[in-house]
């Protein structure tokens, strides 16, 4: 397998140096060399669409019940993280979180958000669930999308590559520990992309930038940064 320099994304930020997925979070990642960050979206109540990784705050209120007016000053709204994004250069993971079989109107308001703010080839959507990423072809084959998982997932056959052919995803999104040769051949046999997370020690970070991966995600950009010498 040929190294590669890959795309260094910070997970929700830099969350070791601030509060995850927040505005200095985000902002701290790139000031630092990363190439973009990773992030969470969920949706509250009156349909607003926010950056935070639980469905609870500290203070045990859940998103789903708040409107924005509630919800503490540090809790970005997506657009105001995508507007960021199309200041910065900043490229964006976007996960949506899995909050049940329905996929609501989440999916529809994050792809239309990034269509909005001009970032469609700067974004990848990326969800552990099956059904968020198929709501998410269906509304707009044209934003990639990254197929989450952390571990293998085998009933006679591989389900992995079975279900990323049938979501027409651009990327594979696993665990660092599952990356190994025979998965980087496969997914460059598919046409597949492999991003990983969370890589915070700079073992898995040589490692896996010998394997090939195409993105590295992780807490801690010095860490991120020993991929580039």
């Known amino acids: 397998m040929t190294p590669c ?10 969350p070791r140096a601030h509060r995850e ?21 969920r949706r509250l109540l009156d349909g607003t669409l926010v950056i935070h990784h639980d469905l609870h705050l500290s203070d045990k209120r859940a998103l789903n019940t708040l409107s924005a007016a509630e919800v ?5 709204t997506l657009g105001t993280l995508l507007a960021w994004a199309a200041d910065t250069g900043a ?3 976007v996960e949506i979180k ?9 999916v529809a308001g994050t792809l239309k958000a990034i269509r909005a703010h001009g970032l469609s080839r700067n974004v990848i959507v990326s969800s552990f669930s099956p059904l968020v990423l198929k709501a998410a072809r269906d509304l707009d084959s044209g934003i990639e999308r990254g197929f989450l998982y952390h571990r293998s997932y085998r ?9 990323a052919r049938r979501l027409a995803v651009a990327a594979l999104h696993p665990h660092h520990r599952l990356i190994d040769e025979a998965l980087m051949e496969m997914a460059r046999r598919e046409g597949w992309r492999v991003n990983t997370w969370t890589v915070n020690e700079g073992g898995d ?7 090939g991966v195409d993105g590295l995600i992780g807490d801690r950009p010095d860490v991120l940064l020993t991929a580039r010498g």
């Open 5 to 14: 320099t890959p795309l260094l994304l910070g997970h929700r930020g830099s």
């Open 21 to 41: 997925n927040t505005m200095a979070s985000f902002q701290a990642a790139l000031d630092a060399g990363l190439d973009g960050v990773e992030l969470d979206v």
């Open 72 to 76: 503490p000053a540090d809790v970005p």
């Open 91 to 93: 490229y964006l993971n």
């Open 98 to 106: 899995f909050e049940g079989a329905r996929a609501d109107d989440r």
């Open 155 to 163: 009933i006679g056959v591989d389900l992995v590559p079975m279900v």
């Open 205 to 211: 970070v040589s490692r896996l930038t010998a394997l």
